[in-house]
């Protein structure tokens, strides 16, 4: 099956078609700034547009989107119709960044009323799992049931993908395998999962909670905002804008690529050395923590564009958590570079092993893709077959 699988951010728009028999790619790219000066489309309608008519020439059979945040009302895949699209609409509020112009290449894709299933993949289906004692804030009830106050997890298609090529990789039963993995590129989580199933997660009711991130504070009082109101007259839509864009590691040291940064920490920058000290602070209490929620660890997982590529972070990560078995190799840890396979970092005393394990979103969501859809035709031909006379 042919799978044309769309992930879009708040200014791009990545592609791939994938051929999910062979594996082969037979397209990906970006249309990268969208709706800035410069840019490759004036806005998201346009740049679906533009990835369509690229592929004018291919036999598409499905498309896949990642969606960011389906909240309680999208715990799985899920057959793109209008009624869907208008029920996704109501959670724009919840990833602002992400919900809206992902909902605007579906509707655009949908009003050219093509032939082909469209299906939508969750972030956060990968923690349906998740159990209430992981779920649930510390509110009301009438809070939580009337205003769905409680943590959701994202990053999931990735978390779900890299935890299931570590428990291959480990081999021996799955069930018992405890497992931590940690995507860390712009936005940044750490999952724990069970035998490839999810116990708990960094990310809260939006992606903001957890860990330290480009631009977004990760975890914060929740009196903050209150204060900021109060004491800097802040409105609600400039806390919003502080804690998502203007935090994190630009907040910290006014840089948010992470290569920049650890490059000024070299040069003895006080204020790129506290934002890579508060970084790797956030990272190893949550390694801890999950390791305690999982009762012990059997593999520490690295992935994403920062997780795959600095190898500084990797090892100021792993460097005091020895009482927990975790050790990586040095040089194996320098010279290792991304790529399709898994690199394991682990030192020969480790008793925990340590991954480099790439994400490969696109590749997850066109497989996931394939199955619902194969999934649908099967249910479809069975009623044709009851209903026939």
Known sequence: MNVLVFNVGSTTLKFACIDTTSGQRLSDGLVDRIGQSGGDAPDHLSAANLTLEKHAAINVDAIGHRVVHGSDFFTDCTLVTRKVLDDLATLDSLAPLHNPPARSVIQ???????????????????????????????????????????????????????????????GGDPAAKRIITLHLGGGASAAA????????????????????????????????????????????????????????????????????????????????????????????????????????????????????????IRELVARPLGFLGIAIDPETNQSARP???????????????????????????????????SQQHAVDAGLAVQGSP
């Open 108 to 170: 655009a894709i949908t009003d050219r009323q093509m032939p082909i299933p469209q299906v939508m993949v969750f972030d956060t289906a990968y923690f349906a799992t998740l159990p209430a004692k992981a779920y649930r804030y510390a509110v009301p009830e009438k809070i939580y049931r009337d205003f769905h106050v409680r943590r959701y997890g994202f990053h999931g298609t990735s978390h779900q993908y890299v935890a299931q090529r570590a428990l291959e990789y480990l």
């Open 193 to 312: 999962s069970l035998g490839g199933s999810a116990v708990d997660v960094s990310l809260g009711m939006t992606p903001l909670e957890g860990l330290v991130m480009a631009t977004r504070t990760g975890d914060i009082d929740a009196s903050v905002p209150l204060h900021l109101m109060r004491q800097a007259g802040m409105s609600i839509d400039q806390v919003d804008r502080l804690l998502n864009k203007e935090s994190g590691l630009i907040g910290l040291c006014g840089e948010a690529d992470m290569r920049a940064i650890l490059q000024r920490r070299e040069q003895g920058d006080a204020l790129a050395t506290l934002a890579i000290d508060i970084y790797v602070h956030r990272l190893i209490k949550y390694v801890g923590a999950f390791a305690a929620v999982l009762g012990g660890l059997d593999a520490l997982v690295f992935t994403a564009g920062v997780g795959e590529n600095a190898a500084v």
């Open 339 to 373: 790529k399709a396979e898994q690199i394991d970092l682990s030192a020969s005393d480790a008793t925990v092993c340590t991954l480099i394990v790439p994400t490969n979103e696109e590749w997850a969501i066109a497989k996931q893709t394939e199955a619902f859809v």
